[in-house]
């Protein structure tokens, strides 16, 4: 497990028929993936996430248009933008994320490394900078 957040640049298969891209668990990717979900139809006013995961890591690739992802952890505060097809970032657990500015055609793909579980969810800013100080 990592603990810093990074951008990754996944190998485009390109030739005369277009272009592919591979995330493999383990290997592209420093998790075993277990599950993946996509965000589409959120535009240029919402903002998303607005939490913190204790278990689950993540990475977001946004695989059409593009959006920005506000990464804070108790000591930084830096904003990404994605995109590229090719390019992801890799989120750590505890690290408190917010996605907007969506482009109109934006899919965001985020792969996860745990599978659904509401209860590794911290919703509350204050909550959560209370718990990842004590870490
Ligand atoms: P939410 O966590 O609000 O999305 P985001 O953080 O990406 O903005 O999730 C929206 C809804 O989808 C909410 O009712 C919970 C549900 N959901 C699942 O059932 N499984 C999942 O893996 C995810 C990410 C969300």
Known sequence: IMDRHKMIEFKQ???DRGKLVVVEGMKDVPFDIKRIF???GSDS???RG???NRRSEFVLINVCGSSKVRIR???RDEV???DKPHTGIY???MVWKDMYDFSEDSILLVLASECYDNSEYIRNFDEYIKE???E
């Open 13 to 15: 298969h390109g030739d």
């Open 38 to 40: 996509y965000i589409y």
């Open 45 to 47: 006013k919402v903002v």
């Open 50 to 52: 607005q939490h913190a």
């Open 73 to 75: 952890d108790g000591n």
């Open 80 to 82: 990404v933008e994605l």
């Open 91 to 93: 989120i750590p657990k």
């Open 132 to 134: 990842v100080i004590v």
